[in-house]
Structures are given as C-alpha cells and as structure tokens.
C-alpha cells in the first residue's frame, strides 16, 4: 500500500463521490477507481458499500479513513519540518489572534527581528483553531491564540492569564455606579461578544464565565470581531467583555472597568508542533519570558524543555 492509495480514499471518502474525488485530485476517474478497487485488494476488504449514491464507507472503511487522515496529517508534518530542517535561509512563520496585537506581540516581534536579523518573520491572523490546522500542514510555524485546545501532535504553552475588563459606550450608567463591576452586574445589558465563528473562541469564553456563575445575560450579539465589537460598545449597541490589554486601544467614545473576580482571565497561549525544536522557537520563548521580566509582568512558570 502506497501513500497515493491513501490520499485518493480520503478523497472518495470525503466527496462521497468519485467525480468529485478525481475532480479534487486533478486527474481522470477511471484510474482513481482502479486504484480504489486496488487499495480494497491489497487489504482484502470492502472500503465503500457496493451501489450506494452517494458512497458509504463501510464500518471497516470508517475505522482506515480515521486513520488515513491521521497518516497524511504527519506526513505532511514531516515534510514541512524536514523542509525546515534543512533550510539554509531561516524562516519564522507566525499565526496570531487579533486581540494579542493590543498586548506585547508587537514588541515581542519588533525585539525578535531586531536580534535575529538572519530569520524572515512572516506573520498572519487566524483564530486558535485555524491555527493548529496551519502548524499541521507547516504553513505556520508557531500560533498565539487564547483557546486550550488539546492535539496530540500540538505542544502548548500557557504564556499568561490576562484579566477580562468590561467596555462600555462612555457615559453609560455602570461607569460610575461602583469602582470595580461583577458580572452580575451586567446581566441586563446587552452582551456583545466575538469572534462569532469559527466556535471554540474567546466568545465561548466569556459565556462560559457568565453559566459558570449561573447568570445569563439579558441579550447577546455575535458578532466577528474586536474591532467590531468595541464600534458597537461605542454606538451604544451594548456592553462586551474584553482582555485587559485591549485597555490600550484609546477610543474617546469607549471607557473600560475592571472586573472584581480574579478568575475571569483569558489565556495567551503558544502553540507549536510537538516535535519541532527549532532554535528559532526557543529563541522566541526566552525573549517573551524576558520581556515579561523587563515589563515586571505576571506570567505563568515556564515549562521544562
Ligand atoms: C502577550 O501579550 O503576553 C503576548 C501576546 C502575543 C504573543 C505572546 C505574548
């Protein structure tokens, strides 16, 4: 059995269709089909249900295409570690979530270029989610995002916990009704939270903090961004809970209050692939944990590596 034969099964197994599935493969139908009916030879077993439109894996085909998918994954992985491996020119390919451009990803990677001047930083937005399906296909190199999601070939390193503070539209009633709020205190606003999609995100967060206090908010509005978001705090369209460092963001028609609960925090998480050990990647983990010494900022204890 060949990788080939697994790649065109995951692609029948997928389009349920072998049109699509050779559309997708770019080549003709009858050779996907041979191969097909070569795959199920070699395993001397039936991968698709005889006559069924659209296909239908059998319980066997299920049980291969879970782990197919797995195989080409790491394959993948492989290639564009070896790649890396290999390269002479050195490159850091950086996937992040919007709301760490409000805390110290900027200074984090103006220092890294600045002493490391032989490495090309390459960075792109994307979600914690995007992010661990691009460090498995090796189009990113290292992912900032805020959800701790669990993958067996993903290491993750909790950076720190940043404080959740509250944004309201500027002379609403809550700015000067106490010191510090409780989100108690904000079930009768409307809840506006992001991104809307794709779900894990810090949107799940925020709810989760309202039901693990059994509270429910009197409206939420879903909407796709940071940005976005604090516009509509701004238009009075209602209330959002954000990272502290988003505090840094000064909008004159925006004011931000500290929440009571020390435990209504967000992470800022590292992720890497687990098997990368790239100087690169330690390079930029010691230069974080240095600015957060040099900015006297609390931070999580690091790992052993
Ligand atoms: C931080 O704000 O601590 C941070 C943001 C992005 C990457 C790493 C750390």
């Given at each position: 059995?060949?990788?080939?034969?697994?790649?065109?099964?995951?692609?029948?197994?997928?389009?349920?269709?072998?049109?699509?599935?050779?559309?997708?493969?770019?080549?003709?139908?009858?050779?996907?089909?041979?191969?097909?009916?070569?795959?199920?030879?070699?395993?001397?077993?039936?991968?698709?249900?005889?006559?069924?439109?659209?296909?239908?894996?059998?319980?066997?085909?299920?049980?291969?295409?879970?782990?197919?998918?797995?195989?080409?994954?790491?394959?993948?992985?492989?290639?564009?570690?070896?790649?890396?491996?290999?390269?002479?020119?050195?490159?850091?390919?950086?996937?992040?979530?919007?709301?760490?451009?409000?805390?110290?990803?900027?200074?984090?990677?103006?220092?890294?270029?600045?002493?490391?001047?032989?490495?090309?930083?390459?960075?792109?937005?994307?979600?914690?989610?995007?992010?661990?399906?691009?460090?498995?296909?090796?189009?990113?190199?290292?992912?900032?995002?805020?959800?701790?999601?669990?993958?067996?070939?993903?290491?993750?390193?909790?950076?720190?916990?940043?404080?959740m503070i509250v944004a309201?539209?500027?002379?609403?009633?809550?700015?000067?009704?106490?010191?510090?709020?409780?989100?108690?205190?904000?079930?009768?606003?409307?809840l506006?939270?992001?991104?809307?999609?794709?779900?894990?995100?810090?949107?799940?967060?925020v709810?989760?903090a309202?039901?693990?206090?059994?509270?429910?908010?009197?409206?939420?509005?879903?909407?796709?961004?940071?940005?976005?978001?604090?516009?509509?705090?701004?238009?009075?369209?209602?209330i959002s809970i954000v990272?502290?460092?988003?505090?840094?963001?000064?909008?004159?028609?925006?004011?931000?209050?500290?929440l009571?609960?020390?435990?209504?925090?967000?992470?800022?998480?590292?992720?890497?692939?687990?098997?990368?050990?790239?100087?690169?990647?330690?390079?930029?983990?010691?230069?974080?944990?240095?600015?957060?010494?040099?900015?006297?900022?609390?931070?999580?204890?690091?790992?052993?590596?």
């Amino acid at each position: 059995m060949e990788l080939r034969h697994l790649r065109y099964f995951v692609a029948v197994a997928e389009e349920r269709n072998f049109t699509r599935a050779a559309q997708r493969l770019h080549i003709a139908q009858p050779p996907l089909s041979r191969q097909i009916q070569q795959l199920e030879e070699i395993l001397g077993v039936q991968l698709f249900e005889r006559d069924s439109r659209p296909l239908k894996l059998t319980d066997t085909g299920r049980f291969f295409y879970s782990h197919a998918v797995q195989l080409l994954a790491q394959t993948a992985e492989l290639e564009s570690m070896t790649k890396r491996v290999g390269k002479i020119e050195r490159s850091l390919s950086i996937g992040f979530v919007g709301s760490t451009l409000y805390g110290m990803l900027p200074k984090i990677i103006r220092r890294f270029r600045a002493e490391n001047s032989a490495v090309e930083l390459s960075l792109q937005e994307m979600t914690t989610m995007e992010q661990i399906k691009a460090l498995k296909e090796g189009r990113i190199d290292v992912g900032f995002g805020r959800i701790r999601h669990e993958d067996p070939s993903i290491r993750r390193v909790v950076l720190r916990e940043e404080r959740m503070i509250v944004a309201l539209p500027i002379g609403h009633a809550l700015e000067s009704a106490k010191p510090v709020l409780s989100l108690h205190d904000l079930i009768g606003e409307t809840l506006i939270i992001f991104p809307k999609a794709p779900r894990p995100s810090y949107a799940d967060q925020v709810l989760a903090a309202f039901h693990d206090r059994s509270l429910k908010p009197h409206r939420i509005y879903e909407t796709r961004e940071l940005q976005i978001a604090l516009g509509l705090v701004a238009a009075g369209e209602g209330i959002s809970i954000v990272p502290s460092s988003v505090h840094g963001l000064k909008r004159d028609d925006v004011s931000y209050k500290e929440l009571d609960d020390p435990n209504l925090v967000s992470p800022i998480i590292m992720s890497m692939r687990m098997l990368d050990e790239s100087e690169d990647i330690r390079t930029m983990l010691d230069l974080i944990y240095a600015l957060y010494v040099e900015e006297r900022m609390a931070f999580m204890p690091p790992p052993e590596i």
